[in-house]
């Protein structure tokens, strides 16, 4: 928690922010955003994340806007990508460090939006300048929120079902009967689960599903694949959004349930719970004290 709120309050007021006050972001904000960028926590699964911020200054991705994000993002100047080492599990870590970046852009009062898919990625990845192994699975828009939204974002919206999101009954299970999870647990993680409930995940497809153990007090976090998505993954083999929604789940059940006073520590249990469908996934399971 900060004077300006707490991870709970910024997970709750962030969204998709597609339309941006044509303005530069304030110096000192800059100040706060690089020094941000530059002490990243490190993914639960070990791995790092190196950020860039491309401000409106001598980059061609911000100058060329349009181009680089097809006409998506209205008036951003700025851009922050992420480049990762490609290792196991380096996606649910991006996903995880990478929206804490967003969550703490929220409490410096801007605006973002995920760029997985439309953007050109040729340009930022030029721009990263690579290391060896080193992937850029993602990146954002960061500026100042417009009030009006563009005729496009209304369009996107409809798409994308923005605030929309599936209920409880359907992501949250519980273990031993395999119905919609009952409450048995502490209030708190009634609290986490709801932040999972509202994170952003690509296309909005919302692929986290948790099983609840009450005997051992153990969330397990099963990847539930979007078909259209595992294609995409096949594709790219490197970049896998659903993976990175992953880590973003696990970003707001941690951080949410750890300020409320929770503790309790991330283990890929082996054997992991038995997936119930096809395309789901055993990734993890928080195991609480
Ligand atoms: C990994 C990831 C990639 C995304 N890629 C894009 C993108 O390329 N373009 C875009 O306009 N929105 C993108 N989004 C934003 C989602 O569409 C958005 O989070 C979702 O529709 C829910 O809306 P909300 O963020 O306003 O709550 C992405 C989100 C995530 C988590």
Same mark, same amino acid.
């Given at each position: 928690?900060t004077s300006?709120?707490?991870?709970?309050?910024?997970?709750?007021?962030r @969204?998709s922010?597609?339309?941006?006050?044509?303005?530069?972001?304030?110096?000192?904000?800059?100040?706060?955003l690089?020094?941000?960028?530059?002490?990243?926590?490190?993914?639960p699964?070990?791995?790092?994340?190196?950020?860039?911020l491309?401000n409106?200054?001598?980059s061609?991705?911000c100058?060329?806007? $349009?181009?680089?994000?097809?006409?998506?993002?209205?008036?951003?100047?700025?851009? =922050?990508?992420?480049?990762?080492?490609?290792?196991?599990?380096?996606?649910? !870590?991006f996903?995880?460090?990478?929206e804490?970046?967003?969550?703490? &852009? %929220?409490?410096?009062?801007?605006?973002?939006?995920w760029?997985?898919?439309?953007?050109?990625?040729?340009?930022?990845t $030029?721009?990263?300048?690579?290391? !060896?192994?080193?992937?850029?699975?993602? &990146?954002?828009s960061?500026?100042?929120?417009?009030v009006?939204?563009?005729?496009?974002? $209304?369009?996107i919206q409809? @798409?994308?079902k923005?605030?929309? +999101? $599936?209920?409880? !009954?359907?992501?949250?299970?519980d273990? /031993?009967?395999?119905?919609?999870?009952?409450?048995?647990?502490?209030?708190?993680?009634? %609290?986490?689960?709801?932040m999972?409930?509202? &994170?952003?995940?690509?296309?909005?497809?919302?692929?986290? +599903?948790?099983?609840?153990d009450?005997?051992?007090?153990?969330f397990?976090?099963?990847?539930? +694949?979007?078909?259209? @998505?595992?294609?995409?993954?096949?594709?790219?083999?490197?970049v896998?959004?659903?993976?990175?929604d992953?880590?973003?789940?696990?970003?707001?059940?941690e951080?949410s349930?750890?300020?409320?006073?929770a503790?309790?520590?991330?283990?890929?249990?082996?054997?992991g719970?038995?997936?119930?469908?096809r395309?789901e996934? @055993?990734?993890?399971?928080? =195991?609480? /004290?």
């Amino acid at each position: 928690m900060t004077s300006k709120g707490t991870f709970i309050d910024f997970i709750k007021s962030r @969204y998709s922010c597609r339309a941006y006050i044509n303005k530069p972001i304030r110096d000192n904000t800059i100040k706060e955003l690089t020094s941000i960028i530059s002490n990243p926590p490190v993914g639960p699964f070990g791995n790092i994340v190196r950020f860039e911020l491309f401000n409106e200054l001598g980059s061609e991705f911000c100058r060329v806007e $349009k181009l680089g994000t097809y006409g998506f993002i209205k008036g951003a100047r700025s851009f =922050v990508a992420g480049a990762i080492k490609k290792s196991p599990h380096a996606m649910e !870590d991006f996903g995880y460090i990478f929206e804490w970046f967003i969550l703490k &852009a %929220t409490e410096l009062g801007l605006g973002t939006c995920w760029l997985g898919a439309t953007f050109q990625r040729t340009i930022l990845t $030029k721009a990263m300048q690579l290391a !060896d192994q080193e992937i850029m699975p993602a &990146a954002a828009s960061i500026g100042y929120s417009g009030v009006k939204l563009h005729l496009l974002d $209304k369009k996107i919206q409809m @798409y994308t079902k923005p605030r929309l +999101r $599936k209920n409880r !009954d359907s992501l949250f299970f519980d273990m /031993e009967t395999k119905e919609p999870m009952k409450k048995g647990f502490p209030d708190i993680y009634a %609290t986490a689960l709801e932040m999972v409930r509202i &994170a952003p995940s690509a296309t909005n497809r919302q692929p986290w +599903r948790i099983l609840y153990d009450s005997k051992s007090n153990t969330f397990h976090f099963i990847l539930h +694949r979007t078909l259209v @998505y595992s294609q995409v993954a096949k594709l790219v083999a490197t970049v896998d959004l659903q993976m990175i929604d992953m880590g973003i789940a696990m970003c707001h059940f941690e951080l949410s349930a750890r300020e409320l006073g929770a503790s309790g520590t991330w283990k890929i249990l082996k054997p992991g719970p038995k997936p119930r469908y096809r395309n789901e996934e @055993y990734i993890v399971s928080w =195991v609480g /004290e």
